[in-house]
């Protein structure tokens, strides 16, 4: 499914400085400013703030394709492995606990938590079909279920990022005096954000091979967080030759989410080469659907399917 996502910590303060607010950044872009509250002056840190601003539109959208392709098909359980889901789903909490002790900008964090819903997203797609799949009978009290499961998530979605970002600003200016202890979190929850990562490839390399097949599966998916993954390594190498502190210790500030994004893009080109490998083979089971209905969709009407 998805990949390394925008790694904890990784705002575009390349200068180690606090905020600027306005009158300090005459100099500034004015959109740049708004937006990220930051202050940038070069032409560097401006292609940096917009190849990170593109990694992180990637990884937004790295998921949806995989959520259309499990509604299409209904056989998610089978294409998907459930380890890579819970991975994926564990660096996204890691990430967002992160930002969240860290006091990261609020784009980061309504990012994170939209990472999180989809996650949960694919999740339930997982386990509906694989309760619905396996049981010989119809259940319309499941499909309500995920009615019910999906408005309740979309509605926490909306109101969620306003309640935590204004409780991150009161826990960062409670705790101002402690800004090692909260960097420190940091960086713990930025390390265990990368071995989620890299770790959940590996469940779903070993369910393709095991399969022979990509099938059921979005191309997408992958193709997107290799994007993501490579533009944000693009943005941090962009910023040096403009960087006014010290290269090396920004390097290891970074280097966390780096190791992270690269080695997930390697992954990835692990699975690029399954799909090319696999592209012309099909599962069995696929091959035995093909004479008889497609997949039932998940929001599906069932009676209207009886009758047909």
């Given at each position: 499914m998805a990949s390394g996502r925008l790694p904890v910590g990784s705002s575009h303060g390349h200068n180690g400085s606090a905020p600027v607010t306005e009158p300090l950044c005459e100099h500034g872009a004015p959109w740049i400013l708004y937006l990220l509250q930051e202050c940038?002056?070069?032409?560097?840190?401006?292609?940096?703030?917009?190849?990170?601003?593109?990694?992180?539109?990637?990884?937004?959208?790295?998921?949806?394709?995989?959520?259309?392709?499990?509604?299409?098909?209904?056989?998610?359980?089978e294409a998907m492995s459930f380890g890579f889901l819970f991975f994926l789903f564990s660096?996204?909490?890691?990430?967002?606990?992160?930002?969240?002790?860290?006091?990261?900008?609020?784009?980061?964090?309504?990012?994170v938590i939209f990472y999180i819903f989809t996650d949960l997203i694919l999740i339930s797609q997982f386990l509906y079909y694989k309760i619905k799949n396996s049981s010989?009978?119809?259940?319309?009290?499941?499909?309500?279920?995920?009615?019910v499961w999906?408005?309740?998530?979309?509605?926490?979605?909306?109101?969620?990022p306003k309640v935590i970002i204004e409780s991150n600003t009161m826990l960062t200016q409670g705790l101002s005096t402690n800004r090692k202890s909260m960097k420190l979190a940091g960086f713990i929850c930025g390390y265990m954000a990368t071995m989620f990562y890299l770790l959940s490839r590996f469940p779903?390399?070993?369910?393709?091979?095991?399969?022979?097949?990509?099938?059921?599966t979005s191309y997408l998916l992958f193709a997107l967080a290799m994007m993501g993954n490579g533009t944000y390594g693009l943005s941090v190498v962009?910023?040096?030759p403009a960087l006014r502190?010290?290269?090396?210790?920004?390097?290891?500030?970074?280097?966390?989410w780096l190791l992270g994004s690269m080695g997930v893009l390697v992954l990835d080109f692990f699975v690029t080469a399954q799909f090319l490998l696999y592209r012309h083979r099909r599962t069995s089971k696929s091959v035995e659907v093909d004479g008889s209905t497609e997949a039932e969709p998940l929001l599906c009407d069932e009676e209207e399917q009886s009758v047909l």
């Open positions: 940038v002056d070069n032409r560097w840190e401006y292609l940096s703030v917009v190849v990170g601003l593109v990694s992180m539109f990637c990884f937004l959208l790295s998921t949806l394709p995989q959520v259309y392709a499990s509604y299409r098909s209904g056989k998610v359980e660096g996204d909490l890691t990430n967002f606990a992160g930002c969240y002790l860290t006091g990261q900008l609020p784009i980061q964090i309504v990012a010989s009978k119809k259940t319309p009290l499941l499909k309500w279920l995920c009615f999906c408005g309740a998530g979309t509605l926490l979605l909306l109101s969620l779903q390399l070993y369910k393709n091979f095991q399969r022979q097949s990509t099938e059921g962009l910023v040096l502190g010290s290269k090396r210790v920004f390097l290891m500030d970074h280097l966390a």
